[in-house]
Every structure is written in C-alpha cells, then in structure tokens.
C-alpha cells in the first residue's frame, strides 16, 4: 500500500516535469530533446528511483522518446546565525559543525527543480 | 547538442496558482491552513472540535481531501459551515488546483477562516503548496515519536504540530519529550500543542492559536 502511493506520488511529479520539459520545447521549436537534469533535495520527499520510472512510463510511445532522466541529490544544507557557517547534515545532527550552535537554519534540501536541458537544436 | 541551463521548479504551475490563491486570501483577509498528518492521526476530529468550538455565525469553510469517499465531507457538514470535498481519485495529496476548483463559487468575502484537511499521508502534501497561511501538521502518539525524524519535510515546514490523542499516552510507547525535542531538532521554531480530540483536551490552546493567527489575517488586510 506505502509503495503504491509513493509511486502514486513520483508519478504526479513526473507529469509536471513533462510539463515543463514541453513549455520549454514549445520556445525552441525543431530542437530535439536528449536529456532532462533535474535536482531533487533530499527533503523535497521525492525518491529519485521511483520518479525516473515514472518518468519513463510518462514518455513511453510518446513524441520525446528516447530521453534521459539525469537526477542529481541535493544534500541537506544548513546555515548557522550565529557564525555563517554552512555545512552539509549528517546523521540528523542539526547543530552548528563550527560553532556548536543548536538553533541553525535550511539552507538546502528542499529543492524539486530543472537543472538543464540537453539538446539538439537544428 | 547543446545543454541549456534551466532555472525552473518542476512544480513552478502549482507554486504560481498557489501564489495567487494566497493573493486571494490576503485580499480578503482570509486564514487559510493546510493540515497535514498521516492516515488516522485524527485531522477530521481536529476538525470536528474546531467546528464544535466556533459559533453560529463564524465565517468559516472546510476543505477536505480524500483519495475516495465523502465520509469526512458529511462527518463535517452536521456543523452546519459550508464543507466540500475533494475526492482525488488516486492522487495522494491536494494540489493548488484541486483547492482552487473546490473553491469554485463561494464568496471568499463571506470567509475569514477556510481550513483544508490535506490527503492522510506525511510525504506528498509537503512538495504542494495551497496557498496556505501556515501548515500545521498533527502527529497521534498511537504513531512513534520519531517521525519528525523520518518525515523532515513536512516537520522542516509546518508552523505548528499538534500532539493529538494524549488520552492514549498511559497505553503506548510513546515519549512526549522525545517527540518535542526530535519536531525542534528538524525545526527550532515549531510551535508544539497537546491535545486530545476523544478526551475534548487542549482544545482551548488550540482554539486560541487559531484566533491568534485570525486576528493576525484581520489585521494584515486592515493594514493593506
């Protein structure tokens, strides 16, 4: 049941990425898509395995087929207030990895978006 | 072949509708909360006191996802505040979209409250925003108190988790330090309230945050 609505999930995100691999295209009319980058933030809640399956079922038979999903991870990225230090998290630990500080702030994780688009223009 | 740089959310058109349903909301001073838990953490009972608590002639709508059924719609309407349900039909959360449709002809100048039960589950509805003032996760302590942990998208945004079914506490595992401290890990600045909706306990804190936040809409669209 978890599985099912996880993929329930990938798949909604897939379409909007079709979405808005075809509003991009739609301005370059006659280039031949190649590749899709995306970045997926490890708090964005979107599992990059199950969102490049649905994006392949999503482009099966269709116009854009063959094309290349390229995810990348975005890691989870804190900032402290008190010295500006920003630093990657690791095992849930929060606290500041300069200063000690317990109270720091997201930074990086969150994203769900573009990074490029590989293509053939004519 | 050439690789174009592309500076895009993949959910910019829902961002960009919820952007202007909040423009909506802020033109008429409307609180708009998207309430997110998992499955039976007890939303619809939030919901229920809510409504039990508010008078007559408060100017309150409710929105309410479910993947099937209109069970938690007509769980709602016996209050007698205008209700509606979005059936996604599959679909695990509530998009921009959905809420702006099942807005559909209501006059959102007879509103200052709208409050929208999101699909049951702690994943997806963090990714869409509805144009909501906050988010306000509720969290039962029939489920482990390290889900703050587990799901820290959800716990990163909300602005209030609400503790809900603290009757339970003598017959479950779960540890209500534990449980704060692991929300405050993934967000300092969560605001944190124990309530038990079957027990009618805490109710009173919750009805006054809700005001709080109201008076806050009010006064934001006064001051406009």
């Keep these: 049941m978890k599985r099912a609505a996880v993929a329930m999930h990938e798949l909604s995100i897939a379409k909007s990425v079709l979405e808005g691999v075809r509003a991009e295209l739609a301005q370059r009319p006659g280039a031949r ?12 809640g979107v599992n990059a395995d199950a969102l490049s399956f649905s994006f392949e079922v999503l ?18 990225l804190q900032r402290c207030p008190e010295c500006n230090n920003e630093f990657t998290v690791e095992n849930d630990d929060l606290a500041c990895s300069n200063c000690g500080a317990s109270r720091t702030e997201c930074v990086g994780g969150q994203e769900l978006e573009f990074t490029y688009l590989e293509l053939e223009e004519p | 072949m050439s690789r174009v740089p592309l500076e895009r ?16 909301f802020a033109r008429h001073g409307i609180l708009c909360l998207n309430l997110i838990s998992s499955p039976g953490a007890g939303k619809t009972a939030l919901l229920e006191r809510t409504l039990g608590a508010l008078g007559r002639d408060e100017r309150v709508a ?3 996802g479910d993947i099937q059924t209109d069970n938690d719609a007509r769980r709602l309407a016996r209050f007698g505040f205008p209700v509606r349900q979005i059936t996604t039909g599959g679909t695990c959360h509530l998009d921009a979209r959905m809420v702006d449709r099942a807005l559909g002809e209501w006059q959102l100048d007879q509103l200052d409250l709208l409050l929208v039960e999101n699909v049951g589950n702690l994943v997806c509805p963090a990714s869409y925003d509805l144009g909501e003032e906050a988010k306000v996760v509720v969290l039962s302590v029939a489920e482990g108190d390290d889900k703050p942990l587990k799901y820290p998208a959800i716990f990163s945004k909300a602005e209030l988790l609400v503790l809900n079914k603290t009757d339970l506490l ?19 600045g969560i605001e944190i309230l124990e309530v038990s909706c079957t027990a009618e306990k805490g109710i009173d804190s919750w009805m006054r945050w809700l005001d709080g936040r109201r008076e806050k809409a009010k006064r934001a669209v006064r001051e406009r």
């Design chain 1, 33 to 44: 898509l190649q590749k899709v980058g995306l970045r997926v933030g490890e708090l964005s």
């Design chain 1, 59 to 76: 482009v099966k038979g269709t116009d854009l087929e063959p094309v290349t999903l390229e995810i990348e991870s975005g890691p989870r």
């Design chain 2, 9 to 24: 959310k993949v959910l910019s058109e829902n961002d960009r509708m919820a952007a202007d349903l909040r423009a909506r």
């Design chain 2, 62 to 64: 409710v929105l309410t």
């Design chain 2, 170 to 188: 003598p017959y479950v595992p779960f540890n209500l330090a534990q449980a704060r401290e692991n929300a405050r890990r993934m967000n300092p």
